[in-house]
């Protein structure tokens, strides 16, 4: 058991022991590119101070929150359009970076059940801060945000509508759902074991639990080629295990990958700029990158959320 152990935890730590701070050579929007109002605020998770901003449209008065949490690789900045079409909505948006990304301390993530720890302290600081006040909470994520957005259904968080892009369900069964030939899938309850040993209750929470307990209302969106977050962690294990509850939605959208909320031309674009490494430090020192290709919206799954927030 103990080599089994010391396994796993060599193959998760090779890619959480690090952090992400994006790539230097690619661009980014800012919030003054896209016509956004912000300011900035921060809190303790543990021992490092996470980092985050308020955004929203002057003179737009909002009448609910968004909490927006951001995926694996960057930080809130990799998601600047996404957050500014919320505020265009009429939303107030809050987004941070997570231990270890961007803007936030800390000197790498550890693991993916750290996002339920900086979620915890995110919520704790939130029911202080009195902008929130009188606002109806609603969260939104992706990937790595995906989870915690479903996540946020635990009740004292006081969350009402989710939506999960590509999130999912648990960090055990997203690993699991890597490993081949199938029948290896048999050890999540060490995989499980380990994330505990790493992160203690945080480190390997089921959403799905959470959400049972909830009257939250759940919009959940993948791709049908998504091969980040497979399907038997996402999708298909939330509406295996859910079943039929009231109030969950799920969206399929065909011919596209981890990124549903993108166009097609502009998923194509990222997996080209994958192909040469061009997200990776050790790639190509020069990139010819287009941000505006890279950016280009879903319009039908931006609607689709709209649609769902405003119902």
């Avoid at 009448?63 to 359009?81: C, P, Q, T």
């Avoid at 995110?122 to 009188?134: C, H, I, M, Q």
């Avoid at 309850?189 to 307990?213: C, M, N, T």
Wanted: a positive charge; one cysteine or more.
């Amino acid at each position: 058991m103990c080599i089994l152990l010391s396994i796993i935890g060599h193959t998760i730590n090779k890619a959480h022991h690090l952090r992400y701070d994006g790539n230097p050579r690619l661009d980014y929007y800012y919030p003054e590119d896209l016509g956004l109002c912000h300011d900035d605020f921060s809190f303790k998770s543990g021992l490092f101070l996470l980092r985050g901003s308020r955004y929203w449209v002057e003179g737009k008065k909002a009448e609910a929150l968004v909490v927006f949490f951001h995926g694996i690789g960057a930080g809130r900045n990799a998601y600047m359009k996404e957050i500014a079409a919320l505020a265009k909505e009429g939303y107030l948006v809050y987004a941070y970076d997570n231990t270890g990304c961007m803007d936030s301390e800390g000197t790498y993530i550890k693991g993916l059940g750290q996002i339920a720890k900086d979620q915890a302290a995110f919520f704790a600081w939130l029911e202080k801060d009195p902008r929130s006040r009188g606002l109806r909470r609603y969260a939104v994520g992706h990937s790595w945000g995906g989870y915690s957005a479903l996540l946020s259904a635990k009740k004292e968080f006081k969350v009402e509508k989710i939506v999960s892009l590509a999130g999912f369900s648990q960090p055990s069964r997203q690993y699991a759902s890597y490993l081949r030939p199938h029948w290896l899938r048999a050890l999540r309850p060490e995989i499980s074991l380990f994330l505990f040993l790493q992160l203690g209750p945080y480190g390997d929470i089921d959403a799905v639990k959470r959400i049972k307990r909830s009257n939250v209302k759940l919009l959940y969106i993948q791709g049908n080629e998504d091969h980040m977050v497979p399907m038997d962690a996402g999708m298909n294990d939330l509406r295996k295990r859910l079943g039929k509850r009231p109030n969950t939605e799920f969206v399929i959208v065909n011919h596209q990958g981890h990124n549903p909320y993108l166009s097609v031309k502009s998923e194509k674009y990222l997996m080209e700029l994958n192909k040469i490494r061009a997200h990776s430090l050790d790639g190509p020192s020069t990139i010819d990158f287009d941000l505006a290709k890279a950016t280009e919206e879903n319009e039908v799954v931006m609607k689709k959320v709209f649609d769902f927030l405003a119902g």
